[in-house]
């Protein structure tokens, strides 16, 4: 009997069985049909991410997710109300492997307000779940797909207003691994970006509230990893060490902007694009669209702050999309060698060294000629030409009343510098500071002085070279300007 066609099939079946053995202990072997052995999956709040998975063989994944509706701080002394997929912002992170059957358990907590429902991009139907999983508060529901196909994919709310339910933080990333799995790596980090509309302005304090014309006209006032200003900096920063390889599982939940994302000083050398699964290499910014995300890796190698942003850069200056890679180990000076000392820059060619030295200028007139180049080559630049400044920020030193009235602490701010606010013919500078010029030779600085001094309408006593070297000897400090 056990020959000819029955027997390769029950041979093939013996094998398969050998095969997976050890390996898993209810299912023997792969088969396309429903699997019959079930898993709860271990869903985690960023930006942590659940372990790797090393299972070979298709599982039916039960996933519970809570939607919580919490008020939370957004930035430093404001508070907003966000709806969450499990208590935080972005939602629990979600980790299947491509053929997995997802069983999706969403609950709706008693004490929220509004109902919820889920679309997720991982799954092949329309309206990505959102249809079933319609949720009232106190009540729960369940809803199963197949993970068909590999890739990090984002998943939201879908409950009308849609846009409130996103911008409020209802939204998070399911990785579906691919049969063979993702290479390994050292750490794992899950970072979601999102635009939020608060009724004040950035910065305002106490409790701020959803602005839905903000948010039609596409104006956030913040935009923010993981749902609250400094919720990956400072003592939240994420840790790793030099040489190790980080994988950052990058969403954006939107709900309108786009992200550049970078890591300053950091090159991705593997970016899965827009959460697919073929891997481009050596990237600097890569583009997450709104309702998707990437797969970043690099290996930092040297120690420090790596700063992450969204390189339309003003978001990460002025409204919060900022995080940081804090990484710790040896420094490496000949991959990223320490700053050189600071050396003087005219703009003039450098004198070679067996010029003769410029000999120093000694009478009013010598001092005039010499002046008139450092001035055009160094102070002009803010003073302009003509010496009159450039209102409101550079002061005039054309018939400058405050030039005029006191020699010594005219050396002295062209030596340390200047603070404002200062009071020139009756206008008040303030807004800029002058930069300290003690890079120039005591003879520069005294004929570009004499110069300043003696041009435009000013005429004044000449500086000499020994004048300034005086108040060097003396200390060159900024100076401050009184009223
Ligand atoms: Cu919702």
């Not at 409020?168 to 049969?179: A, F, K």
């Not at 950035?202 to 839905?212: I, L, R, S």
């Not at 990460?316 to 940081?324: E, M, N, R, T, V």
């Not at 450092?374 to 030193?397: E, M, N, S, W, Y």
Request: charged share 15%.
């Amino acid at each position: 009997m056990f020959r000819g066609k029955t027997f390769v099939p029950f041979a093939l079946a013996l094998l398969t069985a050998l095969t997976n053995c050890g390996r898993s202990k209810t299912t023997p072997a792969q088969s396309a049909a429903e699997p019959t052995e079930t898993i709860h999956a271990d869903v985690v709040d960023a930006p942590n991410v659940p372990p790797a998975i090393h299972r070979d063989h298709a599982v039916r994944v039960v996933v519970e997710i809570e939607v919580k509706e919490v008020t939370m701080p957004i930035a430093d002394g404001a508070t907003y109300t966000f709806w969450t997929f499990g208590g935080h912002v972005p939602g629990q992170f979600i980790r299947v492997r491509e053929g997995d059957t997802v069983e999706l358990h969403l609950k709706n907590a008693p004490g929220n307000k509004m109902p919820h429902n889920i679309d997720l991009h991982a799954v092949t139907g329309p309206g990505g779940g959102a249809p079933r999983t319609f949720v009232a508060p106190g009540h729960q529901t369940v809803f199963t797909f197949e993970a068909l196909r590999a890739g990090l994919f984002a998943y939201h709310c879908a409950t009308a207003p849609v846009g409130m339910h996103i911008a409020n933080g209802m939204y998070g990333l399911i990785l579906v691994e691919p049969r063979e799995g993702l290479p390994p790596v050292d750490k794992e980090f899950y970072v979601m970006q999102g635009d939020f509309y608060t009724t004040g302005a950035t910065n305002d304090k106490g409790p701020q509230a959803f602005d839905m014309q903000k948010a039609i006209d596409e104006k956030p006032t913040y935009v923010l990893f993981n749902g609250a200003e400094g919720s990956l900096t400072g003592a939240n920063a994420l840790h790793a060490k030099v040489g190790e390889r980080v994988r950052m599982f990058v969403g954006n939940g939107g709900p309108n902007l786009v992200s550049s994302f970078h890591v300053i000083g950091a090159i991705f050398d593997r970016v899965y694009r827009e959460g697919g699964t073929t891997p481009e290499q050596d990237v600097q910014t890569t583009l997450i669209p709104a309702g998707g995300a990437a797969t970043v890796e690099f290996t930092p190698r040297e120690p420090g702050e790596y700063t992450f942003v969204d390189h339309s850069i003003f978001r990460a200056f002025s409204k919060g999309a900022q995080g940081q890679l804090s990484v710790e180990g040896a420094s490496n000076t000949a991959l990223y060698a320490d700053q050189g000392p600071d050396l003087p820059f005219t703009g003039a060619d450098v004198p070679a060294a067996t010029a003769a030295p410029t000999p120093v200028p000694q009478t009013k007139e010598e001092l005039l000629a010499m002046g008139a180049g450092v001035f055009d080559r160094t102070c002009a630049a803010c003073h302009q030409k003509t010496g009159a400044g450039l209102p409101p920020a550079i002061p005039p030193l054309a018939g400058s009343d405050f030039l005029m009235a006191d020699k010594d602490r005219a050396v002295h701010i062209a030596l340390g510098g200047l603070k404002g606010p200062v009071v020139v013919n009756g206008t008040t500078f303030g807004n800029m500071e002058m930069p300290s010029h003690a890079f120039l030779s005591d003879a520069e600085l005294a004929s570009a002085l004499t110069y300043v001094r003696n041009s435009w309408g000013n005429t004044g006593d000449a500086v000499m070279p020994a004048d300034v070297a005086t108040a060097r000897a003396a200390g060159v400090h900024t100076v401050l300007a009184e009223r």
